[in-house]
């Protein structure tokens, strides 16, 4: 067994370290009391259990940002993804390895944020709340080492009521189907319920921590 901990580098990664080994692409800094509706990957430490009522000021930064309850195991931060597309997936937001090289994901944690949660259990003008049907889901797609789209994906559902499924909490995203990639990206798929007619209308929304990373 111990041959196999050496062999499997098996590593967790917070975003202090993430850099070492992710470029995240994307990624935008959050203007000084504003947000990042454009969309992208975010270093956050907001956490704001409240997710029935929204701040008078500042709401953004600590609704859009949150988790319900902080990190991944106490962690003190964690990153947000904003973003998806109905048609064009090759602008979606994600992560890669910045020395080019492809290496197996084994998983992240990832739960809803605080914004995610308040439209889809409170429901706003846009879309919500939940019915028994509804479902709201993260789906990863990898790129190999010659930037092809591999043929699995990893998809998590963050809510699945018939299922009982609702991430208020973290959970374990499996993305080892996917394979050797130097590149995820993900996107957000909701039942149509979740639609305003034209395309989704819940929030394009996920926290998520703790990449572990097979090295050889």
Not at 112 to 141: E, M
């Amino acid at each position: 067994r111990m041959s196999e901990v050496i062999h499997y580098l098996f590593t967790v990664l917070h975003f202090y370290f993430l850099f070492l080994y992710f470029q995240i692409i994307f990624s935008q800094p959050l203007p000084k009391g504003g947000s990042y509706r454009g969309g992208g990957h975010v270093i956050s430490n907001y956490v704001r259990e409240d997710f029935e009522t929204y701040p008078d000021e500042g709401w953004w930064a600590a609704v859009q940002l949150s988790t319900l309850y902080g990190g991944n195991n106490g962690s003190s931060n964690f990153c947000v993804h904003n973003g998806y597309s109905a048609t064009d997936h090759s602008d979606l937001p994600g992560f890669e390895f910045s020395d080019g090289k492809a290496r197996v994901i084994d998983h992240m944690y990832v739960t809803n944020t605080t914004y995610a949660t308040n439209c889809l259990l409170v429901g706003d003008s846009f879309t919500g709340p939940i019915r028994d049907d509804s479902w709201f889901k993260i789906v990863a797609t990898g790129y190999d080492e010659n930037d092809n789209e591999v043929a699995e994906k990893a998809e998590c559902y963050l809510c699945d009521v018939a299922n009982g499924i609702f991430a208020d909490d973290w959970v374990q995203f499996d993305l080892s189907s996917l394979g050797k990639v130097k590149k995820v990206v993900f996107n957000m798929y909701s039942s149509t319920d979740l639609h305003n007619g034209h395309s989704m209308a819940a929030p394009a929304y996920f926290a998520y921590d703790d990449v572990a990373v097979w090295f050889e």
